[in-house]
């Protein structure tokens, strides 16, 4: 199932469905060379079968960037501490299931010295508390991925950046619920900023955080593959809009 954001956009992007992880990379590395940059790369398993399909979306820029797919979460730790230590943040993060059951991680850094704090697979109450923490002491929301570890249970990812921009933000919310609070805050001036929609014990939760905004979104919930690949391509050509969000499941 798809769940996905598109914003108003300007300029071009390239983006591929589920294609497999080699003919991802080998994209990738064309791409690079073309100053084309990642602005979302999501790897998951097909319900039908198969191994690892990737979905990805470039735009064109010139920036630093350094990534790392399908690596162990012990490795993907030791190469963001590393970076972070340098002048490299954090832009994408993703943690997945493979096809052979582990635990695998994407990520994307960028060149930039802004302050930054992250968790990784963390529990729910532990990331609740570390959120309002950091809220208070004027960090926002950079990065959110909740995910089921491969053993059972709900672990979260987060990354923070400094900043004092308004605000809000569910956890962990039925479609409904999170339909009317969407619906509220578009009234009052609000656009989604981060949306995430995931599995867990056979229901589909969403989490999203939202920044004050006036530019035009369009969004599909649950949605087929094939469904969101067509839907993707019109928008992208017939409205000009970007795709913002995605989350596969």
Partial sequence: MYTAIWSERRGRD??????????????????????????????????????????????????RETAVFGWERKDFLARDAELRSGDMRLHL?????????????????????????????????????KDTELRTKTWRLHLLQAYMHPNGGELWNAVWRKSAVAEDRVFGWT??????????????????????????????????????????????YNWEGSDFERKSEEIRKERRMWLQSLSIY
């Fill in 14 to 63: 390239y983006a591929i469905y589920g294609w497999t992880r080699d003919d991802f990379w080998s994209k990738y590395l064309e791409l690079r060379e073309k100053s084309m940059r990642l602005q979302i790369v999501q790897a998951h398993i097909s319900r039908f079968g198969g191994g690892e399909q990737w979905t990805a979306v470039w735009r064109p820029g010139t920036w």
């Fill in 93 to 129: 993060l993703q943690a997945y299931r493979a096809p052979d059951g582990r635990e695998l991680w994407n990520a994307v850094w960028r060149g930039s010295k802004v302050e930054e704090y992250g968790v990784f697979a963390w529990k729910r109450d532990d990331f609740f508390a």
């Fill in 175 to 220: 479609y409904n619920d999170f339909r009317e609070k969407y619906g509220q805050l578009w009234e009052q001036g609000w656009r989604v900023h981060l949306l995430q929609a995931y599995v867990e014990q056979d229901r589909i939760l969403f989490n999203g955080v939202f920044r004050i905004g006036r530019h035009q979104e369009f969004g599909i």
